[in-house]
């Protein structure tokens, strides 16, 4: 089996999913990949900002909360992750249509994922996004457990 040369990953800005990419950022050191963070960020104009004057600029808050989630998730990512190489892409959009089209794009060898610990019936399987990415991805994906807080440190 070749190599990984190119792995991605995803997050929503969870403790969880921030686990998930440390997993990843191991695979990527071990493999001498190249790691790239995707982030989806959902649309001003397609959320409920009922609270928002409606003279608002939705494009100028859409711009403003990918702005944001990019220099977080950046600062974040030189803080944790010094040892791989990082590459981050927040974009608006359906999350797993995102996610594929970024991997697509990428020629990814493998798309890490983690997914959200369930209850009731919903822990049967595992979550929406990671069962769409898995049917739709341009290449393998590898479901992670999401880590505890107290394994990875990282909601302290």
Same mark, same amino acid.
């Given at each position: 089996?070749?190599?990984?040369?190119?792995?991605?990953? #995803?997050?929503?800005?969870?403790?969880?999913? !921030?686990?998930?990419?440390?997993? #990843?950022?191991?695979? +990527?050191? $071990?493999?001498?990949? /190249?790691?790239?963070?995707?982030?989806?960020?959902?649309? $001003?104009? !397609?959320?409920?900002?009922? $609270?928002?004057?409606?003279? +608002?600029?939705?494009?100028?808050?859409?711009?403003?909360?990918?702005?944001?989630?990019?220099?977080?998730?950046?600062?974040? +990512?030189?803080?944790?992750?010094?040892?791989?190489?990082?590459n981050v892409?927040? /974009?608006?959009?359906?999350?797993?249509?995102?996610?594929? /089209?970024?991997?697509?794009?990428?020629? $990814?060898?493998?798309?890490?994922?983690?997914?959200?610990?369930?209850?009731? !019936?919903?822990?049967? *399987?595992? *979550?929406?996004? #990671?069962?769409?990415?898995?049917?739709?991805?341009?290449?393998?994906?590898?479901?992670?457990?999401?880590?505890?807080?107290a394994t990875?440190?990282? *909601? #302290?």
């Amino acid at each position: 089996m070749e190599r990984f040369k190119d792995i991605v990953t #995803a997050t929503d800005m969870s403790s969880a999913s !921030l686990g998930v990419i440390s997993y #990843a950022s191991h695979l +990527a050191s $071990a493999e001498g990949s /190249q790691l790239t963070i995707v982030h989806v960020v959902p649309s $001003a104009s !397609l959320t409920d900002y009922g $609270a928002l004057d409606a003279e +608002a600029d939705l494009d100028l808050v859409d711009s403003e909360l990918l702005e944001y989630a990019r220099s977080t998730l950046e600062s974040w +990512a030189d803080r944790h992750l010094k040892k791989t190489k990082v590459n981050v892409v927040v /974009q608006h959009g359906v999350i797993d249509e995102v996610i594929c /089209q970024v991997a697509r794009e990428l020629d $990814a060898d493998v798309l890490v994922v983690g997914t959200h610990e369930r209850h009731g !019936l919903d822990r049967i *399987g595992i *979550g929406s996004v #990671a069962r769409r990415l898995m049917r739709e991805a341009p290449c393998p994906v590898l479901v992670v457990k999401p880590p505890t807080e107290a394994t990875t440190g990282v *909601g #302290a």
